[in-house]
Each structure stands twice: as structure tokens, then as C-alpha cells.
């Protein structure tokens, strides 16, 4: 019998479910459709973020689904993430509030910061000329109050290198719980997930089937000779062994989709695994960044020069 792998244990002593629904350019009037399909799937763990402009539909399929009995809030997990705008102390919990208005709750489960970057407040967009000195010891400071007072259940940042992890540990009060980053079998944060290991901290993978509807990335992850091997072996599609990759990887995955099917099929990952001598071919699976955060780098305007510096060179 496979190993279920339906929840792992943060360093809070909470439980993260092991799949859950990523709400990243899901269109407004889909997504809210999305979250109540997966809910009532299954689906215990969603994740939002202030950006994607659509907390609020969700909010709204949040209160509908506590209030028909469908789910209680306690047995749900709710991410969501401070934006790049709000990085200033003074911003992180109007910021935090503003979020539990819209999803209708009392608290989140998880909050990250989206970026270690900082941008005016009020900017919209990417423009370089946005992008302020970063002071992340700060703003970590002001998350770690939003912890303290309940209102997140824990906290952690989004697109970090293993450096400016270990860096932020140098300073932190309350530990990152969790690690939010691009993961997938073309791109397997080998260093990283090597150091979360031994620091306690939870990795989640975003991307976990490489974005494949997205307009910003060019992705053929679920083309992957290993992938589609290994699909054809166990009589599974190349997302769900992708998605069971990562599961068994130890990290949480991050599908996204609102199409009912795939939303269904990207939760039958649990009465099944990878045997070992084919988990062990994703080993030679070429590795490569797919989000190379190029539109936060610039030569004078930003203080990260390249994208190398951002990654601190792990691209």
C-alpha cells in the first residue's frame, strides 16, 4: 500500500495538506468556481495572495461552503502573501487585514512574504523605477507580530534562496515555517530543499506541472521524457506524476487549474507512488529556472543587478 503523504508537519506543529489549489491566474469568475469544486473534492489547502486581485470571489465561496457544512474553517488552510508594496512595518498588517476582509476570516493559516523585494507603496505593476531598498529584517519583524497576535497561524517568505533563507534565519525571532518557490521535476531546488531539511523549514512547490497555461513562462515539464516514461508505466497522466514527484520529494505542490477534470485528477495522488527505481530517473531530468525574475533585476534601478544576484546563482 503507497504511503499516503496527505499532510506534513511545520515546525509550528501544524499540519500543511500536501496538495493544494493554486489561485495564480485564475481569471475572476472562474476561480471562485475552482475553490468550490476542489473543496468539495477534497481539497483542505488553498492558496491566495493579495496580488492575484481575486481574494475576495474566494472569500465569498469560503463563507458559503462554512456556512452549507460542506467544511469548518479549522479543517481548512488558507495561504496568503504580503505584496511587494507593503514591505514598510507600518503597511504589514493593513495589508494583513485587508486580506482577512476579503477572504472573510479571522485569521490565515500561512503568511508570506511574495518577494524579498520592496516597491513604492501604491505602484502597480513591475516598473524598475518602483523598486526600493529592500529591509527585510524589518518587515520580517512586523510579520512575526502578525504571528504573535494570532492573526497568522505562521509565517514564511515566497521566492528565497538558500541564502537569503539562511540570512534570515541569522535574524529571526520566530523561524520561517515554510518556503514557498518554483519546484518541479525540471527544476528540483536541490540546495534548497537540502537546507530546509536541516533547518526545519517546510518546502511548497509552486509551479509543480511548470505553468503549462501560463503566459509568462515557456514550459514543456509534463513533455519530460522521464515524465511521460514513467506516466505510461504506472497508467497515470504526466501531471499526476509530476504532482506525486513532488509529494514524495517532501514537499507540498500547488497545482492550478479550473477545469473540474484536471482539478479531480490532480488530487488522485495518494493510493499510488513511484517505485524507487524510476523516482530514481528524475535524478538525470535537465534542470533549469522557468521564473527567472528578470522584471525585478535592472542594471541601476534595482539593487539586484542580474538575475544571478537575485538567485544569488541558483538559476
Not at 182 to 205: A, N, V
Amino acid at each position: 500500500m503507497a504511503n499516503a503523504i496527505r499532510y506534513f508537519e511545520l515546525n509550528t506543529g501544524a499540519k500543511i495538506p500536501s496538495v493544494g489549489l493554486g489561485t495564480w491566474q485564475s481569471d475572476p469568475g472562474l476561480v471562485g468556481n475552482a475553490v468550490n469544486i476542489a473543496v468539495r473534492h477534497g481539497y483542505r489547502h488553498i492558496d491566495c495572495a493579495q496580488v492575484y486581485a481575486n481574494e475576495a470571489e474566494i472569500g465569498v465561496v469560503f463563507k458559503k461552503l462554512c456556512e452549507e457544512g460542506v467544511v469548518k474553517r479549522e479543517d481548512l488552510f488558507i495561504t496568503s502573501k504580503l505584496w511587494n508594496t507593503d514591505h514598510a512595518p507600518e503597511d504589514v498588517p493593513v495589508a494583513l487585514e485587508r486580506t482577512l476582509r476579503d477572504l472573510q476570516l479571522d485569521y490565515v493559516d500561512l503568511y508570506l512574504m511574495h518577494w524579498p523585494v520592496r516597491m513604492k507603496k501604491g505602484s502597480v505593476g513591475f516598473n524598475p523605477e518602483d523598486i526600493e531598498q529592500h529591509d527585510i529584517p524589518s518587515t520580517w519583524r512586523a510579520m512575526e507580530a502578525l504571528y504573535d497576535s494570532g492573526k497568522a497561524r505562521a509565517i514564511g517568505v515566497c521566492n528565497f534562496s538558500t541564502k537569503k533563507l539562511a540570512d534570515l534565519l541569522e535574524i529571526a525571532r520566530v523561524p520561517p515555517a515554510v518556503v514557498q518557490v518554483e519546484c518541479h521535476p525540471s527544476w528540483q531546488q536541490k540546495k534548497l530543499h537540502e537546507f530546509c531539511k536541516s533547518k526545519g523549514i517546510h518546502l511548497t512547490g509552486y509551479s509543480p506541472l511548470g505553468s503549462p497555461g501560463s503566459a509568462f513562462v515557456k514550459s514543456e515539464v509534463l513533455k519530460q521524457p522521464v515524465v511521460t516514461m514513467v506516466a505510461e508505466k504506472l497508467g497515470k497522466s504526466p501531471a499526476q506524476v509530476a504532482l506525486r514527484w513532488g509529494l514524495q520529494m517532501g514537499h507540498s505542490v500547488l497545482p492550478k487549474s479550473t477545469n473540474k477534470k484536471r482539478i479531480m485528477e490532480n488530487f488522485d495522488v495518494f493510493d499510488w507512488s513511484i517505485p524507487d527505481d524510476l523516482f530514481t530517473k528524475f535524478s538525470e531530468i535537465e534542470q533549469a529556472r522557468l521564473l527567472r525574475a528578470s522584471f525585478l533585476v535592472h542594471e541601476t534601478l534595482s539593487p539586484y543587478k542580474s538575475v544571478e544576484e537575485f538567485w544569488d546563482g541558483e538559476i
